[in-house]
């Protein structure tokens, strides 16, 4: 029989650290602040880029640290050196180069084999590249390379360009520190600059995220805050597309502008003056609607992971590349990860059946209840039939006896039957002192009481058995 369960938690359930957050090296700021120093020209260059998509993205808020704590210390065990295992709401979610593709829309395909052994420059034959760019400057941080774009320190463009893509691989997709530095191999890739876009930039963003992750153990996961290097906000990104019920929309603020005025007929003429304004406000100038940003708010996925009623996507495949470039050379196998998909399918499939023999068991019990109330109804209008059928067929003495007058207090209540139809019959007259041996105009009266009462019953006690409808 297949073995359908899941792999080891790296913490049992319940006692994950209380950490406070996760760290990242990653500042989105950073993303404005290029983005800022750039013609528009530029800018939308770079949008057209594999770094588009990042870029698009940044408009949200950051990467929440407690979030990111909150789920990596409910990973599983898995021997696979290229995929990370969360477990939320009870189910498995995939952190894999196909997720990180679709949630960043890097390149992820393999390194092209010129890139896979160092080449070794020999400086008398070709000229570093770095004292083209930054001169005699031994390194250079990532901000102090923005900070140069803001100055207007590089005029030609296409240099503008490279510092750009410089500072951003850096900044965003490979940070180590707070004050990341321009690698000098990636200096020297950028002579060419369409080469350096092309690059699989998203592959190695990701070995380094969930190499760094796969380094934690449960001593420095148990610490107050954990550190990662890397596109960290790529964590959060795949469980918004994973889960969508975790996003939250963040609500548009609109500027508020106060107008002074320094007279009466100022704020008179106001209204005038504004409509006149819109009516020769040029419709090119009308600003776009504001895009939709989104958020996470951590104590709502503590509850959704609770309560384990959300829908979810385990495993997201990317499509814009074919699978067998986004393997690995040496990944590691392991039986849990390839049979998770398995697992996801047999827990979606215990999920229906769970529910389809809950609303069996709901549907029981309604029946069950229906029954002891109609059983209740019957065992009520038994009782008061069978007194009144004493009350008047023997009269207190017994049949043939002459009874004492009886005292007449008021109608007795017990008298009065209520027809279901709505109609109501009178108080019956005193027929304790009728003879059974002598017919009376009310013995019609009494043998209608005993149908109606009968059928009542009859009908009340067939109920429960008619079929429930299906919702």
Not at 206 to 222: A, H, N, R, Y
Not at 244 to 263: A, L, M, N, R
């Amino acid at each position: 029989m297949e073995d359908l369960r899941l792999p080891e938690r790296m913490f049992a359930a319940g006692e994950e650290p209380n950490g406070e957050r996760v760290n990242t090296y990653h500042k989105p700021k950073r993303i404005e602040s290029i983005l800022e120093a750039l013609d528009p020209e530029e800018v939308e260059f770079l949008r057209n880029t594999t770094f588009g998509k990042i870029i698009s993205q940044a408009e949200n808020p950051s990467f929440s640290g407690i979030f990111g704590q909150f789920v990596i210390v409910r990973m599983l065990r898995v021997k696979k050196k290229y995929e990370i295992w969360f477990l939320f709401a009870g189910r498995p979610i995939r952190m894999s180069l196909h997720e990180f593709a679709h949630v960043t829309g890097l390149n992820c395909k393999k390194i092209p084999s010129k890139y896979s052994k160092k080449r070794k420059k020999n400086p008398i034959k070709e000229k570093l590249y770095w004292g083209e760019l930054f001169g005699s400057l031994k390194f250079c941080l990532g901000d102090l390379a923005i900070e140069m774009l803001k100055k207007r320190a590089v005029k030609d463009r296409q240099m503008q360009l490279k510092y750009a893509c410089l500072a951003f691989t850096s900044c965003v997709l490979l940070p180590t520190s707070h004050f990341p530095r321009i690698i000098p191999e990636h200096v020297e890739m950028i002579r060419d600059l369409d080469e350096f876009l092309a690059y699989p930039w998203g592959r190695v963003s990701f070995e380094m995220l969930v190499t760094g992750i796969k380094k934690k153990d449960e001593i420095l996961l148990s610490q107050p805050s954990i550190a990662l290097p890397g596109f960290v906000d790529a964590i959060q990104l795949v469980f918004m597309a994973a889960v969508p019920q975790i996003k939250e929309i963040v609500p548009q603020v609109e500027p508020v502008v106060v107008i002074e005025s320094d007279s009466e007929s100022d704020s008179a003429l106001s209204d005038a003056q504004a409509e006149e304004e819109a009516e020769q406000t040029d419709p090119q100038t009308v600003t776009p609607p504001a895009v939709v940003r989104y958020c996470i708010n951590p104590n709502h996925v503590k509850v959704m992971d609770e309560e384990a009623k959300v829908d979810m996507t385990s495993i997201i495949e990317d499509t814009t590349y074919s699978p067998e470039d986004q393997l690995w050379d040496d990944e590691i196998e392991d039986e849990y990860a390839l049979n998770m998909p398995n697992i996801e399918n047999a827990v979606a499939s215990e999920r229906h059946k769970l529910e389809v023999n809950l609303v069996k068991v709901i549907q029981a019990e309604i029946q069950k209840m229906q029954g002891a109330v109609m059983q209740g109804i019957i065992d009520v209008l038994r009782k008061p039939y069978s007194v009144f059928r004493e009350d008047i067929v023997v009269g207190g003495q017994g049949v043939g006896d002459n009874p004492p007058a009886a005292k007449s207090t008021g109608p007795d209540p017990a008298q009065k039957f209520n027809f279901p139809s709505g109609e109501t019959m009178g108080v019956l007259p005193n027929v304790q002192t009728s003879s059974p041996t002598q017919p009376s105009a009310n013995n019609g009266c009494h043998t209608n009481v005993d149908d109606l009462i009968s059928s009542v019953i009859s009908d009340v006690e067939g109920f429960p058995n008619h079929p429930e409808e299906e919702c």
